[in-house]
C-alpha cells in the first residue's frame, strides 16, 4: 500500500467503515433515497426523518461498499443528525469543497469529516465519498417518498429521478 493510500484509510475512516454509526433501516423514515455508484460497486439506502421544526430528527443509512462509502456515510450521518436544514446543506457544500479540492471558511465545521480530505487525489474515490452526500442532497429536496440517484448521473438533471411516496 502506498504512502498515499495509507494517509486515505487513516484509522478513524476504517473504524467508521467497520463499525458504521447509524446503520440500519430508520423506522418511519419521511424520506428513502438509494444511492449508486457504479464504478466502484457502492449502494447506500439513505432513510431522513424531519423533526416538527423541520431539522434532521433521525438520519440512518444501509447498503454495501467500499471502506470510504461506507465511512463516509457513517461519518456524515453522525455529522447531520440533529441538524437543521440550513447547517446540513453548509455541510454538504463544505464536504464537497473538501473532497473536490477547494479549502474554504466552512470547512472548519467538518470536524472528523476533515480526514476524508486525502480522497481528492484519487477521482475514484471522489465518488465513493460523495455517494452517501449525493443521496442526502436528494433527501433534502424531497419532503417524502423514495428516490434513487447515481454518481454516474447528474443528479440536478430531474430526468433520471423517480418519486413514489413510501408504503
Ligand atoms: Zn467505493
Sequence with gaps: MSVELEELYQEVILDHARRPRNFG???????????????????????VRFGPDGSLQDIKFSGHGCAISQASASMMTTKLKGK????????L???????????????????????????????????CAMLPWRAFEQAL???????????????????????????
Excluded: W, Y
Excluded at 25 to 46: F, K, Q, R, S
Excluded at 101 to 122: A, C, H, P, R, Y
Excluded at 146 to 165: I, L
Design 93 to 127: 457544500r463544505a464536504f464537497q469543497d473538501l473532497v473536490t479540492g477547494e479549502t474554504t471558511k466552512q470547512s472548519q465545521n467538518l470536524g472528523d469529516l476533515l480526514l476524508m480530505q486525502g480522497v481528492q487525489k484519487f477521482p475514484q474515490r471522489v465518488k
Design 25 to 47: 433501516e430508520l423506522a418511519n423514515a419521511a424520506v428513502l433515497v438509494h444511492g449508486d455508484n457504479p464504478a466502484c460497486g457502492d449502494e447506500i439506502h439513505l432513510g
Design 84 to 91: 437543521t436544514r440550513a447547517e446540513a446543506t453548509e455541510l
Design 141 to 167: 429536496q424531497q419532503t417524502a417518498g423514495e428516490s434513487t440517484v447515481s454518481t454516474e448521473t447528474d443528479f440536478s438533471n430531474s430526468g433520471f429521478r423517480t418519486a413514489s411516496p413510501l408504503g
